[in-house]
């Protein structure tokens, strides 16, 4: 059993940063890729950012690329999503996933991030 706990969200002013974490248990964390999600209101759930197992790749939307910054530590099992120059846009719940092989098969329960203008 694979448990996500998301922490780290909240309200902010654009231009703000903020910075998410995502403890994983219940697998060797160190062997998967992780990535984060974000479903804002009325719209699909959209890739944010995801990191592979030895952290040397990373993937990045093209509309946080340059702002964004995604990180593990595997030795405390969390990845981190850095967020800076927010903007009202990245509104929205944000989901850390563990990928097995080619899908993303576990879920965090989401940590809420409001950007006001």
């Known amino acids: 059993q694979v448990q996500l706990v998301e922490s780290g969200g909240g309200l902010v002013q654009a231009g703000d940063s903020l910075r998410l974490s995502c403890a994983a248990s219940g697998r060797t964390f160190s062997s998967y890729t992780m990535g984060w999600f974000r479903q804002a209101p009325g719209k699909e759930r959209e890739f944010v950012a995801a990191?592979?197992?030895?952290?040397?790749?990373?993937y990045y939307a093209d509309s946080v690329q340059g702002r964004f910054t995604i990180s593990r530590d595997s030795a405390k099992n969390t990845v981190f999503l850095q967020m800076n120059s927010l903007k009202p846009e990245d509104t929205a719940v944000y989901y850390c996933?563990?990928?097995?092989?080619?899908?993303?098969?576990?879920w965090g329960q989401g940590t809420q991030v409001a950007v006001s203008s």
């Open positions: 996933a563990l990928r097995v092989l080619s899908e993303y098969n576990y």
């Open positions: 990191i592979s197992s030895s952290g040397g790749i990373r």
